[in-house]
C-alpha cells in the first residue's frame, strides 16, 4: 500500500512546486497531471425517470513521467444519488485516485474532478519509509468553455476530443 507520510513537508503549489525535505527539486513533482479520453454520462439530467447509473471514464496523465501507461478511472453512481466526493480509490492503478469535490458537481456541463497521485521517489527521503510523495490535482470541466470538452444536451454525455489532454494543474504536494 501507498500511503503519504504525516510528519513531513505540505506544500501548497501555486503555479511552481517544491518540497521542503529535498535539497533539489523531487523528480515527481515538476510538472502537472493531465487528463484524456473523458466521458461522461448522466443519463438522469436527460430523462429524469431514468435509472441507468452515471459514469465518468477517464485516462490520467502524470506529467513527470510522460512514458508510463495513463492510468484509468472509472466513477459511476446510482441514478438520483450524489455522485462520490470521497477520496477512495476510483482508478485501475492503487497509485491514483479520482473524485468530485464536495458539491461541485453540477451536471455534466459543469463539474469539478480531482485527483491524487502518489509515487515512490528517493530524492525525498530513504525509502521504503520515507520516500512517497502524492501530488493532489484538479480540473474543472464546463462547456461551452473548456476547450476540447464537448457535451451532448439532449443525451447528457460530454466527451474530451480525440487525441487531446486538458491540464490538471497540482493545487498541493504531499511528501
Ligand atoms: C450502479 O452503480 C453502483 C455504485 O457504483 C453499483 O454498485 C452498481 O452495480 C451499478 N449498477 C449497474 C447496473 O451497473
Ligand atoms: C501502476 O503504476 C506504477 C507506477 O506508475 C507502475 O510501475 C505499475 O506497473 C502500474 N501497475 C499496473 C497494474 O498498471
Ligand atoms: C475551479 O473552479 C472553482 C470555482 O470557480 C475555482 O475556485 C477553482 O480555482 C477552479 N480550479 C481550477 C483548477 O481551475
Ligand atoms: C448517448 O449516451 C450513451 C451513454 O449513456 C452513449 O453510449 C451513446 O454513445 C450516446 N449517444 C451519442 C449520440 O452520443
Ligand atoms: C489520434 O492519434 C492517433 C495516433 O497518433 C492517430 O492515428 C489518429 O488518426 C488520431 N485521431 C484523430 C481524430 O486525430
Request: aromatic letters at 12%; one cysteine or more; charged letters at 15%.
Amino acid at each position: 500500500m501507498l500511503l503519504v507520510k504525516a510528519f513531513a513537508a505540505v506544500v501548497l503549489a501555486s503555479g511552481f512546486h517544491f518540497v521542503q525535505t529535498a535539497p533539489t527539486l523531487a523528480q515527481g513533482f515538476k510538472n502537472d497531471l493531465a487528463i484524456a479520453n473523458l466521458f461522461i454520462s448522466n443519463p438522469i439530467q436527460s430523462d429524469v425517470t431514468s435509472s441507468y447509473n452515471s459514469t465518468l471514464n477517464v485516462l490520467v496523465i502524470d506529467e513527470d513521467y510522460p512514458d508510463e501507461k495513463p492510468v484509468h478511472c472509472q466513477i459511476e453512481w446510482e441514478a438520483g444519488t450524489a455522485p462520490p466526493d470521497t477520496t477512495q480509490y476510483q482508478c485501475d492503478n492503487v497509485t491514483t485516485r479520482a473524485w468530485f469535490p464536495e458539491n461541485t458537481f453540477k451536471g455534466v456541463k459543469n463539474f469539478q474532478l480531482q485527483f491524487a497521485r502518489t509515487v515512490i521517489d528517493s530524492t525525498v527521503g530513504e525509502c521504503p519509509q520515507y520516500c512517497y510523495l502524492t501530488k493532489y490535482a484538479a480540473v474543472n470541466l464546463t462547456y461551452p468553455g473548456t476547450p476540447n470538452y464537448e457535451c451532448d444536451t439532449k443525451n447528457a454525455t460530454c466527451e474530451q476530443r480525440v487525441n487531446t489532454t486538458i491540464k490538471a494543474p497540482v493545487f498541493l504536494s504531499v511528501a
